[in-house]
């Protein structure tokens, strides 16, 4: 496999913390790496630190226009680039977080060997700041599959890199709605294509947590509270809709048993009560939790995932 690393870094007004993770892409062990950036209408220096580094550094930078459409239409319109190398390795970066310096080099090690699509994610520190960890993102106790992905994400994008295969995978993918979120998107086309999952226990990095985050950390009774008040809302149930929606708008790329159980599953969520819990039971739909499990399918029977 080629050994060269695509990263791409969807930005918008990120210059507070911007430069410490441009300065820990740089610490990186592997060296072969391309920079892409999708600035989406940032008021800020965003551009200006991200030409700053530019010029420090020997590998190329490049800065592109971002649709101004969210994170993930960002994400996936720098995927789709016409110049990205279709040979190179993809990693995702967030705008704030601190890459560790194995990062790329043990993103590239998972995925060595593997012809068909594969999709290389980590665990995470947890911290406001460089040298701070309160804690890390679960360490998952079921293996990655379709059936999981349909409603839950195992690894954020910052940990995420795909093999040639897999990123050109996404790109045929990537041809309809925007998904609520990528990585949830990504983990679901590449297992639904029957393509390989690999989560690695080792933290990747700092996840910076902070008030600007788009999506809190998930673990702990707080980020439990948070995604019931979503399912309360609605919105739980609204971004399972965007994300198997964007999943089966590219049924080709899907395998027959994966667009079956995604069409099963979509139609199971027009109905209520008692037949929904069996039919989750029947379908394997779950979470990496037996106890959020429970609690979904609950919510599911009551129209609310």
Sequence with gaps: MTKTVAILLAARNGERHLSEQLL???????????????????????????????????????????????????????????PLPRDAAVAFCDQDDIWYPHHLSDGLAALEGHAGPALYCARTDIGPDAGIVRTQSPLWPREPSFANALIQSIAGANTMMLNPAAADLARRAATGPVPAYHDWWLYGVVSGAGGQILYDPKPAMLYRQHDENQLGRNRGFAARYARIATIGRGQYRDWVTQNTEALMSAPDVLTAESRELAQAFMALRDRRGLPVLAGWRKLGVHRQSSAETAIMAAAAACGLV
Excluded: E, M
């Design 24 to 82: 820990s892409i740089a610490a990186q062990k592997h060296t072969d790496w391309q920079l892409w950036v999708g600035d989406d209408g940032s008021t800020d220096a965003t551009r200006a630190i991200v030409a700053d580094f530019g010029d420090q550094v020997d590998q190329p930078v490049h800065v592109l226009d971002g649709p101004c459409q969210g994170v993930a239409a960002n994400a996936l319109a720098l995927l789709k680039q016409d």
